[in-house]
């Protein structure tokens, strides 16, 4: 694990342990949390166009900011109690997405693309 | 940023270069992938109990991993599209929480944690 | 349709018309918006237990009841710009699911339930 | 309640009946449940353009309905088990909505649209 999450790890770990929140972090929750979070990343861009979300201003980058953040750290305290790690997980999925999608047959097109 | 995670960036810049899916990786777009993402992990949960959560058996470890995976993949590939330090958002997310949640009045409460 | 089904449909219509809200209304953004109106509702279940989420208070209840009622009005709007009659299409769906969990395999296993 | 309302929600309760699902169907699994199913519409159209979500093919039309279904579903069943009324909750919330968006401020406005 990349010494960046494992410092996010430790310092989400010492967050739950002081409030006594480890008693609400089962996986099952931790996911429900987890998928709210990207929900409120989502809210962000649900009316702008995809031109729009290319071109955020300051003030809408940063909400998009703490939102990814919110994202990230879910992930990490959710990988941390089911002892997944998230960095040698991520390198096997692309090497499956890699056999799923070969280059030659889902090049350019968003309909392969889509039939996942 | 860490090293793990610029490595994990750059393979997903050839990924969608090799395949010409830039057309469709707008921020907008990625919001949305990665929603769609958090909720197959949320689907691997939903009708366990959080006891069962926390004893996954290793075919239902393998399939959370893999979502695990995809979302850390979304969320790498949406921070790079918008130029986000996804380690220096979480640490001064995290700080903003320490301050909205202090540990005296967090402490244990289920009741003051549903209340942000 | 059922007649109140169609009283919000209209509603909803002229709602819009009168904020000339039609041209952010595309199906792709109605699905993004359903989606994070669901989410919501979710993120009010997030941290309590299954058995305290039937023992809800007065105002978280009406807090869900105003989440419930947001995911419906989503939901009409959308099959509305598409054209999709929902009685029609869920009972045509319960049918589908009746297939495919026949009662003598189905009954209660979550694990066949986990496995659609 | 409508007629068509409460024979889904009726259906709904003998399905779970005969499978011995009630078990399962606490409203924060539901809420997780509906969350998902409205992930799965939205994966429809992610990689579709907003005009390619207004103009969806047989095939792609056919799933859409089948995902705003199963939406419904869960929708019907979770009111049902926390005793809400589906459409006096959405009449009462487009009426609050009227009164957080007074037409003459939000006429046109993705920016106050966006607000929420």
New interface residues.
């Given amino acids: ?5 494992a410092s ?1 790890r430790d ?2 770990r010492e ?1 739950a342990a ?4 480890d ?2 972090h ?4 931790l ?24 071109a ?1 201003d300051s003030a809408q ?1 940063e909400a ?3 939102e ?6 879910y ?2 305290r ?2 941390d ?2 002892d ?1 790690d ?2 040698a ?6 090497g ?3 056999l799923k ?1 070969p ?1 030659d047959k ?3 097109s ?1 309909r392969k ?2 039939e996942y």
């Fill in positions: 694990m990349s010494q960046e999450l996010l310092a989400l967050f002081e409030r006594d929140w008693q609400f089962s996986p099952k929750n996911a429900a949390a987890l998928s709210v979070e990207a929900a409120e990343l989502l809210e962000q861009f649900q009316w702008l166009s995809e031109q729009q979300s290319r955020l980058l998009v900011r703490q990814l953040a919110d994202v990230l750290l992930l990490v959710l990988a109690k089911l997944v998230l960095i997980a991520a390198k096997a999925k692309l499956l997405n890699a999608y280059v889902a090049r350019g968003s693309y889509t």
